[in-house]
């Protein structure tokens, strides 16, 4: 089974351009958002009845994206994931009352039993930046917002309780604030990490 590198963080940090910038090199199979593809995320942006099937759908495409990574014979790469999708997103929506407690139950058991299913990511990036780079790179976007500069603090909350949880071995932080679009500092930091895993050192839970 191939290893598997997540990168998380909220919404404008650059998860997917640095994913898209690591496989220029060669060496990764990807995964994405895919917000264009996704059939409720527009829906969702303009009707939150809309939220658990967008969210159901979210964390459905994470587990096959998941699954289907693991088989390459590359190391897998995925911005976001799974794990992301719920501690983060899921976790937020219930928050912000756009999934009630019934239906953030229904993620919360979908996400439990897959992630008992489907090893921990090997690696995981997480991504910082100040408020202000934030709102500013949220706001050049040109995709839908479903979280806002306003959401960041409470996403990063919940984000951070579970980054808490997963071993010292799995994680790397970096903060991006002021790192040039081409990523190539984090780009060294994350290649250098990967090569220093060793699988047998590593919790099997996250």
């Not at 593809?37 to 998941?66: C, H, S, T, W």
């Not at 794990?83 to 953030?104: I, K, N, V």
């Not at 790192?179 to 060294?188: G, I, L, N, P």
């Amino acid at each position: 089974m191939g290893k598997l590198v997540v990168v998380v963080g909220p919404s404008g940090v650059g998860k997917t351009t640095l994913v898209n910038m690591l496989s220029r090199l060669g060496q990764f199979s990807t995964a994405y958002e895919e917000h264009h593809e996704r059939p409720f995320q527009v829906l969702f942006n303009q009707n939150k009845q809309y939220g658990l099937a967008n969210q159901m759908d979210y964390l459905i495409l994470r587990a096959e994206q998941e699954k289907e990574l693991r088989l390459s014979d590359r190391v897998g790469l995925i911005d976001g994931g799974l794990d992301l999708d719920y501690h983060g997103f899921t976790r937020l929506f219930h928050a912000r009352g756009w999934l009630s407690d019934a239906e953030f139950d229904l993620c919360r058991r979908f996400y439990e039993l897959t992630r008992q299913l489907l090893p921990p990511p090997d690696l995981i990036v997480h991504l910082t930046a100040g408020e202000e780079v934030l709102r500013a790179r949220l706001a050049a976007r040109r995709r839908i917002n479903i979280a806002s500069a306003e959401d960041t603090v409470v996403f990063n909350h919940f984000l951070i309780d579970w980054l808490m949880s997963v071993p010292s071995g799995r994680l790397v932080s970096l903060d991006v604030s002021t790192e040039e679009k081409e990523f190539h500092s984090s780009m060294a930091m994350i290649i250098n990490r990967l090569e220093g895993l060793d699988p047998h050192d590593l919790s099997s839970t996250i």
